[in-house]
């Protein structure tokens, strides 16, 4: 791939990833400044819930289908409408079993629903969105998700500015969801013109060969949702509200590395398909993404550590006292987050889903232990610590599943410096 047409890949997959990322970041800061904060932390609840359903909708497809499509072109419109039935057999079972959980057994508020469907959605949005990706029409897949994102921002800021009743509001964002995805819909078959035709046999074949994408899919929803779900337990809703202001802007800043797994799974699949030995050419491709990462984390450090007071008044009028103190410690978290993704994006690229799977569950159920621990003993910021220690141990995993296979771009002890200068720099600004 020549130079320039590296960056504007890169600038176009940036157009989509962060369209979506601002515009969940700018709904999120408007419906803070307008709903009382018991309300917006319920809401917040409520939408932490529908994402830890909403990953068995996901299934683990979005991930399979971007490299798999990418290896079997000819395949595409098969591969794509297979999925979208199955996803759709299984938002319904999902649907039903929310309800009868979250309604009828634990009576939570009938506008969650609307915040699960707004959810599923967006789920349903991001599998079309792939097909751009396969196809490397990434400039139409950042039309597409820009319009998208900004219709949702625009019906967000009216709808909020004329009502603070949160079923209006909730409703209102799930039509505009569900419009986008219909009108992507509409537009894919105008590239890959479906032709549907419903295999049972094939169905099974998906289930079973998604089932390692799944379980990733889980652990890193689960990864994003389960603090907030212990902040509630151990805190309450204004706790959630006040974590959450920062998570928001810790996710928005890992939005580069879907960038660069949207980018480098298929590139780095391509390199090492049935290969032994990776010519030199190829192998700048993993410094470039190594680097790309660690000089982001530090660059996500810095400003969150330095100009947290600037961030808090600004976007949040000050309203959440405490977003002061944990801003550098959510730097400290997407520095190690971004480091982590190196290391998934390769798993995922060569093939190793299983093993990326097995070490995020691992990780995942020391962050559940730990993190209800860390909270119930030392509030948000123990949460932020617990966050930060799991995601070391997930590094130290992916290393040793890479190291068993002699895959040998690890760069662990830039890995080490990295952690240490970001650690210092953040115990030096709060202490």
Known sequence: MAKGSRVYTFFYSGVSTFSNLIASLVVFIILARFLDKSIFGDYVFYNSLAAVFCVLIDFGINQKLLREGRLDLSSL???FLNNLLLKTYIFLAVFVLYFIILICILKY?????????TVSSFSFFQLSTVVFRVIEDYRLEAIVTFTSSLIFILVCLVTSYIT???IIICLTLLLARFCTFLTTLFIINKKIKFRFKNNSILFKKLIVESLPYLSDRIVSVLYSN???LIIKYFIGSVGVATYNSGLKLASGSLGVSTILSNIYIPKISVITYKRTYIEAKDRKVFRDLWSLLAVLGLLIVFLFTFFNKIISDILFSNKFPELLFLLPLFGLFVSTRLLASYYGIILTA????NERAKANIFSFITMVISGALFTYYFGLKGTLFSLVLTTILLIILYIIILKQIQFKHLYHKGVIAILVLTAFIVWTRLS
């Open 109 to 117: 508020d009938l506008y969650s629903i609307l915040i699960f469907l």
């Open 77 to 79: 419109n098969a591969l």
């Open 164 to 166: 603070s009743n949160i």
């Open 350 to 353: 060569i093939g190793k889903q």
């Open 226 to 228: 389960v603090d907030t």
